[in-house]
């Protein structure tokens, strides 16, 4: 099947305008990844389909479209050096900060089947299970696809997943099943809320936040879209407050209101 230009252009724009996701130098990639897709819906060329999703005729087909375009891979304490920071440097300072509320605001933006906000979790309920009031250590999880927040919801992880991890911490947060895959346990389930929910969309939450992640999700984003949505993470930090992105990623030294601090971490002064 075959892709014009013309189409590639209106599928790339519709996409960026609605996902903030960048297509325009993956003509290759979309015309080998959507093709039996298409296929399977019925489609016998590429204009029918462009034509159906700009109309927004077929909103069912958006999200397949971009997990084919887009991966959800990740693992359980991916990136270890974020979370010795967020161990030795940020919950020290969130214990103090939340002494008398003893209730943390912690969002992981873009955290695919869960492995993200799990790990944090496992965090916050070692390091605070020490006091003797308990803390409310709940944080929020959000993706754009619905398989993927299915997923964490219900969820299955394979050893492979958990390597990072350390043993005691697999024996106590994990519950091996019969073929050999791993579950998370209730505790840990409750700490953690997932929503569905559109980087691109205004974020009104209820509260500002003391700790962002959003990491290995804007690698997808061009830079007038990222530098947006850093503008609008930053409105939603507390001043003090974090926000972790990927090792790999960067922001720009002109345009981020946050203050770098050590590779992949910023602070909100
Ligand atoms: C590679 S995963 C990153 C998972 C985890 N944060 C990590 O670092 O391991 C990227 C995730 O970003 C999500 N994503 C991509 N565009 C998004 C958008 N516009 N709004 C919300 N989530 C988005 C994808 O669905 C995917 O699950």
Same mark, same amino acid.
């Given at each position: 099947m075959e892709l014009c230009e013309e189409d590639f252009i209106r599928l790339s724009r519709y996409v960026k305008q609605n996902y903030g996701i960048d297509l325009s130098k993956k003509k290759q990639l979309i015309t080998s990844r959507l093709t039996k897709m298409l296929l399977e819906n019925g489609y016998r060329d590429f204009h029918c389909y462009v034509e159906d999703i700009t109309a927004g005729r077929r909103p069912d087909l958006i999200l397949p479209t971009l997990s084919r375009i887009t991966t959800n891979y990740t693992y359980f304490q991916r990136e270890r050096e *974020?979370? %010795?920071y967020l161990n030795k440097?940020?919950?020290?300072?969130? !214990? =103090?900060? *939340? *002494?008398?509320?003893? $209730?943390l605001s912690i969002w992981s933006a873009g955290c695919s089947s869960g492995e993200e906000p799990y790990t944090i979790s496992m965090y916050l309920l070692e390091y605070f299970s =020490?006091?003797? %009031? =308990?803390?409310?250590?709940?944080i929020l999880a959000t993706d +754009?696809?619905?398989e993927m927040l299915e997923q964490a919801q219900n969820p299955v992880y394979t050893e492979d997943s958990l390597s990072a991890l350390p043993e005691q911490w697999r024996n106590r947060y994990f519950t091996r099943r019969a073929d050999g895959t791993y579950t998370v346990t209730q505790e840990l389930r409750q700490n953690v809320i997932f929503r569905r929910f559109n980087?691109?969309?205004p974020i009104q939450f209820q509260r500002p936040f003391d700790l962002i992640f959003c990491r290995n999700v804007m690698i997808y984003f061009d830079q007038g879209t990222k530098d947006r949505l850093v503008k609008r993470f930053y409105h939603a930090t507390v001043p003090g407050g974090y926000?972790? +992105?990927?090792h790999s !990623?960067?922001?720009? =030294?002109?345009? $981020?209101? /946050?203050? /770098?601090? %050590?590779?992949?971490? /910023?602070k909100k002064m």
């Open positions: *974020h979370f %010795v440097t940020v919950l020290p300072e969130l !214990e =103090k900060r *939340h *002494h008398t509320d003893r $209730c =020490k006091f003797p %009031v =308990k803390w409310d250590t709940r +754009i696809s619905d980087l691109m969309d926000l972790f +992105i990927g !990623e960067s922001l720009s =030294k002109t345009d $981020c209101p /946050y203050q /770098y601090l %050590v590779p992949a971490i /910023y």
